[in-house]
């Protein structure tokens, strides 16, 4: 999952919005969130001299389930003077049981598409599968038991934070890349009392809630003991959103800043009449 932002925000974290069926007690509000993306550091020797763009996160209920929708785009300057526009696009749908799990991943550089993988995946008690629509050459693959959805995971993390767990480690498939899964440990801070956001945003109703600092490691799928292909550090609030977060690759890292935060009061289930 090297490629993706939260995903599992969290996701990929990455970050999945889902109520209350998969873990009790938290309940995560659909919405809509922009951040600006930017360069927070780069290691000595690295080419990147500069990065900026934007990352939108976009909640809706959709009956039985939640659609999830993810869209990136960061241009790149490097010391030698190239630039390269990386454009990703991330459509999920996952149940709110947490057994279900539809993914459509669409990667671009420089408009060329470079990526894109496209499938489903299921749950049960003694693990379960992934079945690709693209890559066509893709087998069907298994999934252990204890493996998370990118939603599942999320919720997790806010489970463990309201009861003061510090850290866990689990199994997490988004299918945002040719692994399509990672094992995610999760570090846990203690409770944010101060809000150093914006006062527009601060005045918002999403932003009145607890939040956490945590700090997510992605391994590769029973890989040895050594270094996380990635970090993320972020600011993860009780009802599943994200006030920042920094993405770490190693020798360089992107920041997020949340620059404007809405409900999403749309429903996608279709209306019934009353009789």
């Known amino acids: 999952m090297k490629h993706c932002l939260f995903f599992c925000l969290v996701a990929t974290l990455v970050f999945a919005a889902f109520p209350c069926h998969a873990v009790s007690g938290t309940q995560i509000v659909p919405h809509r969130a922009l951040y600006k993306m930017s360069l927070d550091r780069v290691s000595a020797g690295n080419s990147i001299s500069h990065v900026e763009g934007t990352m939108v996160f976009d909640w809706s209920d959709a009956c039985d389930g939640w659609a999830i929708q993810q869209k990136m785009n960061l241009h790149f300057i490097h010391n030698e003077g190239n630039d390269a526009d990386v454009d990703s696009t991330v459509v999920m749908w996952e149940a709110k049981d947490g057994t279900r799990y539809n993914f459509n991943v669409r990667r671009l550089i420089n408009e060329k598409e470079d990526e894109i993988y496209k499938g489903r995946a299921r749950l049960g008690e003694e693990g ?144 019934t009449s009353s009789k």
């Open 128 to 271: 379960g599968n992934v079945v690709y629509a693209l890559p066509k050459e893709r087998a069907e693959s298994k999934l252990p038991s204890g493996t998370l959805f990118p939603s599942g995971h999320t919720k997790m993390i806010i489970k463990m934070a309201k009861t003061g767990e510090k850290f866990f480690t689990r199994r997490v498939f988004d299918g945002s890349d040719e692994e399509g899964s990672a094992d995610v440990s999760a570090f846990i801070g203690d409770e944010i009392k101060t809000n150093t956001l914006g006062k527009e945003l601060r005045e918002n109703p999403l932003i009145q809630v607890r939040a956490w600092p945590v700090r997510l490691a992605f391994f590769l799928p029973d890989a040895q003991e050594g270094l996380p292909e990635y970090e993320m550090d972020l600011v993860l609030q009780e009802n599943g959103i994200a006030r920042s977060m920094v993405i770490d690759y190693g020798n360089f890292r992107v920041k997020g800043e949340l620059v404007k935060l809405d409900s999403e009061t749309s429903s996608l289930c279709p209306r």
